[in-house]
């Protein structure tokens, strides 16, 4: 099998001034010095370069939050994949469902912003979840191959294994309310048996969960066999915690 190198991502969504991120950044790196994962930050917009600066030569990994899937034009406000290539960015998060909820984030849109990062050379981790009617509804799956074969409708079956998939159900985001292992296991596991579908090699796709992860859980739910990392909202804005976090996976 394919080595899947654990994927450990802090998502701090619209949290850290620049100074803030260089403090995190300097109390994280003495406490990953070890680490034979994977570990990245999605930083603001604002914060990257100075995240990419103060963890070169470490294990820091470093990704946007968003992107516009041109190169450029007259779109104000947004941020193109050569952009953020150019200040030294390796990945971007897409399709995080608090953009598709309050953003209008489309499948459409993610069907072009997925193909457009991986032409940059940014590795996307692309989210897919359920709602929580969706799951009581018997739909999670339904939902979540819809999301994926909507996504990665025009990513080439030899690249899909460069995209990272982060599993979040929405239920579990934010509230405190972790899905069980068996959950997320389930679901991941569907998700790489769609991703076998498409023509992927699928065990070598990373897939991580995310929704609650916390240092308490982090350890039993990295180990489900079908789950490779982490993708970590609240518990990834205090250093410890984070580092907790890489430290029992
Ligand atoms: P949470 O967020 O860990 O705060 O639930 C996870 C995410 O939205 O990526």
């Known amino acids: 099998m394919p080595d899947r190198t654990p994927y450990i991502a802090a998502n701090w969504k619209m949290h850290k001034t620049v100074a803030e991120a260089a403090e995190f950044v300097d109390a994280l790196l003495p406490r990953i010095a070890a680490t034979q994962h994977d570990v990245v930050i999605c930083a603001p917009y604002l914060a990257l370069s100075e995240v990419v600066e103060r963890s070169r030569g470490s294990a820091v990994e470093v990704a946007a939050q968003n992107m516009h899937e041109a190169e450029s034009g007259a779109f104000t406000g947004e941020i193109s994949a050569p952009m953020l290539v150019a200040a030294d960015v390796d990945a971007v998060v897409l399709g995080h469902s608090e953009r598709r909820q309050y953003f209008n984030e489309t499948d459409e849109a993610l069907a072009r912003k997925v193909p457009a990062a991986l032409a940059a050379?940014?590795?996307?981790?692309?989210?897919v979840g359920e709602s929580e009617e969706a799951r009581d509804a018997g739909q999670t799956e339904a939902v979540l191959e819809r999301q994926l074969q909507a996504d990665l409708a025009a990513v080439e079956p030899e690249r899909l294994a460069e995209v990272v998939i982060a599993y979040e159900p929405i239920w579990a985001i934010g509230t405190g309310r972790t899905a069980t292992p068996e959950q997320a296991q389930e679901a991941c596991a569907f998700i790489r048996d769609v991703l076998r579908e498409r023509g992927a090699i699928a065990d070598a796709v990373r897939i991580l969960y995310g929704g609650s992860v916390k240092p308490a859980n982090a350890a039993e739910l990295m180990a489900q066999p079908d789950i490779d990392g982490a993708l970590v909202g609240g518990a990834s804005l205090d250093p410890s915690?984070?580092?907790?976090?890489?430290?029992?996976?």
Do not use: M, S, V
């Open 241 to 249: 915690d984070f580092a907790a976090i890489i430290e029992a996976t």
């Open 121 to 127: 050379g940014l590795q996307p981790i692309l989210c």
